[in-house]
């Protein structure tokens, strides 16, 4: 769709957002933060979000009536992001298996029975790492957002450059670094408080948590082939488009894939 037919991006009040804090603890012992909002008695959806992103990366749902009519959803911070523990170290963030617990951890901490995961960018290295432990018996579909699926260069774009970057220890480095990768995640760069927003969620990761989440061990790609839940895939173009629609155009990225459960 030409960008000129694209309907407009809205700002949601962040302090108006119905969202109820769920409290959780990894096994290793990092709080993680998570948040539920929508029908209690909806189909699940669990959204994960990207890089030195945050749950608000979802605000969009988070603020949509038509898929809190229908589903009951759930968003968390991944660890050394957002309002989660951001712990120094780099044994709190190398090991595959510690992403996998956090996940089950939000998983069981909220609840859930049987959720469609909503990956968004590294989140599908999140979701490799649950299944390779804990299976996909727990889960009813998977939405790959523009996600990652395999430590491979030859799959990233141009943009990977300033994840690099966003590690620096030079403010300046870091904050333009950062500037442009959250450009690089819109369809149509950002402006005004849009822009704000997200650059003041994507700063709120310190540099050093950041290079020890970029500092983990390859992911092979092996999951893929393995799934046996449904899943879809979408593209960076897709997003924006499903985040900037009616409540009924954004809720279809995710009701093909629980339509295929």
């Known amino acids: 769709m030409p960008r000129d037919k694209m309907l407009p991006l809205r700002t949601p ?6 969202l109820q804090p769920i409290p959780v603890t990894s096994p290793d012992g ?12 909806g189909r699940e959806i669990l959204f994960i979000h990207g890089y030195s992103q945050c749950h608000l990366a979802w605000r969009r749902q988070m603020d949509d009536p038509a898929l809190a009519d229908e589903f009951r959803m759930v968003a968390y911070d991944l660890r050394g992001h957002g309002s989660s523990d951001q712990p120094l170290v780099r044994e709190r963030y190398r090991d595959d298996r510690l992403w996998a617990d956090d996940l089950a951890a939000v998983i069981a901490a909220a609840g859930l029975k049987r959720p469609t995961l909503v990956a968004w960018s590294y989140a599908g290295r999140v979701v490799s790492d649950y299944v390779r432990f804990h299976g996909q018996d727990g889960i009813a579909a998977i939405n790959y957002v523009a996600a990652v699926t395999k430590t491979d260069r030859a799959f990233w774009g141009p943009a990977l450059k300033y994840t690099v970057e966003m590690a620096s220890n030079d403010l300046a ?4 670094a950062s500037r442009r990768f959250v450009h690089a995640c819109f369809a149509g ?15 709120a990761v310190s540099a050093k948590a950041r290079a020890l989440v970029m500092a ?6 092996d999951i893929l082939a393995q799934l046996f839940v449904g899943s879809l895939s979408c593209s960076y173009f897709r997003l924006r488009f499903c985040q900037g629609g009616p409540g009924t155009r954004r809720a279809l990225c995710l009701k093909l894939a629980l339509e295929r459960v």
């Open 216 to 221: 983990r061990t390859p992911n092979e790609g």
């Open 30 to 41: 990092v709080a993680l933060a998570a948040y539920a909002w929508g029908n209690p008695q």
């Open 173 to 176: 480095t870091n904050v333009r």
């Open 189 to 203: 760069r950002p402006a005004g408080e849009e822009m704000e927003i997200t650059l003041a969620y994507t700063m």
């Open 13 to 18: 009040k962040l302090e108006l957002l119905p």
